[in-house]
């Protein structure tokens, strides 16, 4: 492939804690990952998935090694382009995190706002909402959505800002089998329409058919698909 | 209704009113936080009505001498509190050049029994009935009537004044009591307005004041006033008059320097004033701790919905402008009910205790600036507590 890398890592070790506290939690980690893919990152509670999410996702700064996210170096990266890169993820959430004074639409339109005022944020808001099967949801505060309109007003607002990288950990596992399933084959039908890099964390087995690839982790390395 | 101001915020902000939102979510802790800011603000108001009617009311007594310049015995704080001083003063000021004519007034504190019963404490003010004294219009025409016998004027805006007395006095009665052994018709009335001090004023000849006060001498006056030639600069004829009394036992000042003076001293130095700027300070506290409150649980509440704002790629000046949003509404729908208070409260007060208590505009808007500033001082201390929203600690 002669395109560069949606994300591209070397040799990241990543360590909790100073001192006599000190526990590295990530070992040696590499991978690649092209524009374009959906992957789904696997591996046993405590193996270090969510931390090596956090780190490609700008949330966390690179301690050691190389972390390449869309061209740019995270390792050293100021605070400023942190802030600018994520403006270019999207990211959901285990917990839908949803802003409970939000309506469903308000709750998207701020994945849209992060980028300026624009004149049609409300249809643009409003059309994902659609697309997902919540049109007559938009005026509804999260507590009166289900589990699953939540989950899925959470994918509707990372989605609506058309990002370059989703980030998602675990994004079903507060739903029944059947709307995560759901919500999985809407990301990969939205993911190849727009060319987004999607890379998720999930223990859903039914999931595994519609990744492109699959990376275990085991103890903090990268075992396998990196 | 809500919504329409959602869409008018949002029109101001140029983004969703994310703080507005966050406040009428919950409901019964925006209205807590509005009624605290109003309560402070209710607080500030009657203080500063107070102050502003002492104040007021210290002044309205100097505005009816009909004099430029005071001369009181240099141990006066007020008008009312000076040792008597010697009536050769008054002479010596009359021949400086300048000087068109001089008067002096005797001043006393007397109680007075009225009809029904009740007490009155009243300023009495003793004026030579041959010149003009005061700028009061039933004053000088009854100077005629005071010349001749023992008859005075009371104020009719004096506090706890008998109401059915007021009416027969103001209908063209009269009403003889005795204080001192001495008997005194009151024939009419005036009105100079209440204070801090006594409950009114009355009005009496020299010779009348004399036999009320045995003990006070007609060579032993409390004020002299004196009127400028037209035309004279006032200042320049007080330092004039300065120089040409003996040093040490007198003060010569303009009525208006008088005045402030007094003021000054009034609210600064005695208990009542510095009780009234102690309330003002004490509800800007209130006011600044409850919005502060409001502001920093709202904060500590939202932390996860802040970090996952932050996580999106929202900056520090989003959540910094979400949180001065609060503040700025809690100020505005403070202050309206507030002031309304405040204005009922006045009017109330004002009836009952014949103090000048007035709204006025620039007392109402340097309150409303003042609760705006104070809130975005509270919104900007309150927004410390963001530095613990860690988007890492979302997943
Ligand atoms: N903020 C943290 N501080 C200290 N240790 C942490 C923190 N986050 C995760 N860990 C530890 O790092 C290891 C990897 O955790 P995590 O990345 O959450 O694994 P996974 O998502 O695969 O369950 C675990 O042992 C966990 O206890
Ligand atoms: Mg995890």
Redesign the interface.
């Known amino acids: 492939m002669s395109a560069p890398p949606a994300i591209a890592v070397t040799r990241l070790n990543h360590a909790f804690g100073v001192g006599e506290a000190e526990r590295q939690v990530l070992f040696d980690v590499a991978l690649e990952i092209p524009r374009g893919a959906l992957v789904v990152l696997m591996g046993a509670s405590g193996s270090g998935k969510t931390t090596l999410l956090t780190l490609l996702g700008c949330l966390r700064e690179v301690q050691q090694g190389s972390v390449r996210v869309l061209g740019t170096e995270l390792n050293d990266a100021s605070e400023q382009v942190m802030v600018a890169l994520r403006r270019r993820f999207g990211f959901i959430f285990q917990a839908h995190n949803l802003h409970e004074s939000l309506t469903a639409l308000q709750n998207v339109r701020m994945g849209l706002d992060v980028h300026g005022p624009a004149p049609g944020a409300d249809d643009a808001a409003a059309h994902v909402l659609r697309l997902l099967g919540l049109g007559e949801r938009l005026d509804y505060k999260p507590r009166r959505l289900s589990g699953g309109q939540k989950q899925r007003v959470a994918v509707a607002r990372a989605l609506v800002g058309n990002p370059e990288v989703v980030f998602a950990d675990e994004p079903t596992a507060a739903l029944d089998k059947e709307s995560g399933f759901e919500v999985v084959a809407l990301l990969r039908r939205l993911a190849k329409q727009r060319g987004t890099t999607t890379l998720m964390v999930t223990h859903d087995t039914r999931i595994l058919d519609l990744a492109d690839r699959i990376i275990v982790m085991e103890d903090g390395r990268v075992k396998e698909g990196g | 209704m809500t919504a329409a101001l959602t869409q008018i915020l949002a029109h101001l902000l140029?983004?969703?009113p994310?703080g507005w939102?966050?406040l009428?979510?919950k409901p019964g802790r925006f209205a807590a936080a509005v009624a605290g800011v109003a309560f402070a603000n209710l607080l500030v108001l009657m203080q500063l009505g107070f102050l502003g009617a002492l104040t007021g009311s210290i002044a309205l007594p100097y505005r009816a001498l009909e004099a430029d310049i005071l001369i009181q015995s240099s141990d006066a704080n007020t008008l009312q509190d000076g040792s008597p001083l010697p009536r050769a003063r008054m002479l010596e000021a009359l021949a400086v050049p300048g000087v068109a004519s001089a008067t002096t007034v005797h001043v006393g504190r007397l109680d007075w029994r009225q009809p029904n019963g009740s007490n009155v404490n009243l300023d009495v003010l003793g004026i030579n009935p041959g010149m003009p004294s005061l700028r009061l219009p039933e004053v000088e025409a009854a100077r005629p009537l005071l010349a001749v016998g023992s008859f005075a004027l009371v104020d009719r805006t004096t506090r706890g004044l008998d109401p059915v007395l007021r009416a027969r006095l103001e209908a063209g009665g009269t009403q003889r009591f005795e204080a001192n052994g001495h008997g005194v018709t009151v024939t009419g009335t005036f009105s100079i307005g209440g204070g801090f001090g006594a409950d009114g004023y009355l009005v009496v000849s020299d010779q009348t004041f004399l036999r009320l006060f045995r003990n006070r001498s007609p060579g032993a006056p409390n004020l002299v006033l004196l009127r400028a030639t037209p035309g004279e600069d006032i200042a320049a004829l007080v330092g004039r008059i300065h120089a040409a009394l003996p040093t040490g036992d007198v003060m010569v000042r303009s009525v208006m320097e008088a005045a402030a003076a007094d003021t000054t001293f009034q609210t600064t130095r005695r208990p009542v004033g510095i009780i009234f700027g102690f309330g003002v300070a004490i509800g800007v506290l209130v006011g600044g701790i409850i919005v502060y409150q409001v502001l920093s649980t709202d904060v500590a509440d939202?932390i996860?919905?802040y970090a996952?704002?932050k996580?999106?790629?929202?900056?520090r000046g989003t959540f910094l402008s979400i949180v001065l949003e609060e503040a700025m509404i809690l100020a505005l729908a403070g202050v309206v009910p507030g002031a309304l208070a405040a204005a009922a409260l006045y009017a109330g007060i004002s009836a009952i205790t014949g103090l000048p208590l007035a709204l006025e505009a620039p007392r109402l808007a340097s309150v409303f600036v003042g609760t705006v500033l104070l809130c975005l001082l509270s919104g900007t201390v309150a927004t410390r507590r963001l530095a613990r929203a860690d988007?890492?600690e979302?997943?």
């Open positions: 140029g983004r969703l994310i939102l966050q009428i979510h939202h996860r919905e996952t704002f996580a999106m790629g929202y900056g988007p890492a979302l997943f």
